[in-house]
Nanobody, 123 residues
């Protein structure tokens, strides 16, 4: 059973930075993709970033390009989301997801989800 545990959320001022971590266990992830999604109150869950475990290819939603960077540490089975230049629109619960994914931007493609971590950006 795959388990995903997120950490690193918190309260930060606008313009600040946070790094989210997602520790994965329970499987060999060489064929998986990992994604970060977020959900703000009253809004649908939206794609933020994704990475293919094999090869490390990444993808981002337009509004975070140049500010967010997703990476992985093979030895630790952990993926990260470095978030810089945060603004109030980035406030949401951030979820880590994993699975055999075709299209990385669709939540339905992911079979495993973490519990979420709150990111709050004060303006």
């Amino acid at each position: 059973q795959v388990q995903l545990v997120e950490s690193g959320g918190g309260l930060v001022q606008a313009g600040g930075s946070l790094r989210l971590s997602c520790a994965a266990s329970g499987y060999t992830f060489s064929r998986y993709a990992f994604g970060w999604f977020r959900q703000a109150p009253g809004k649908e869950r939206e794609f933020v970033a994704a990475i293919r475990w094999s090869g490390g290819r990444t993808a981002y939603r337009d509004s975070v390009k140049g500010r967010f960077t997703m990476s992985r540490d093979n030895a630790k089975n952990t993926v990260y989301l470095q978030m810089n230049s945060l603004n109030a629109e980035d406030t949401a619960v951030y979820y880590c997801a994993a699975g055999y994914v075709g299209s990385v931007g669709w939540p339905s493609e992911y079979g495993y989800w973490g519990q979420g971590t709150q990111v709050t950006v004060s303006s």
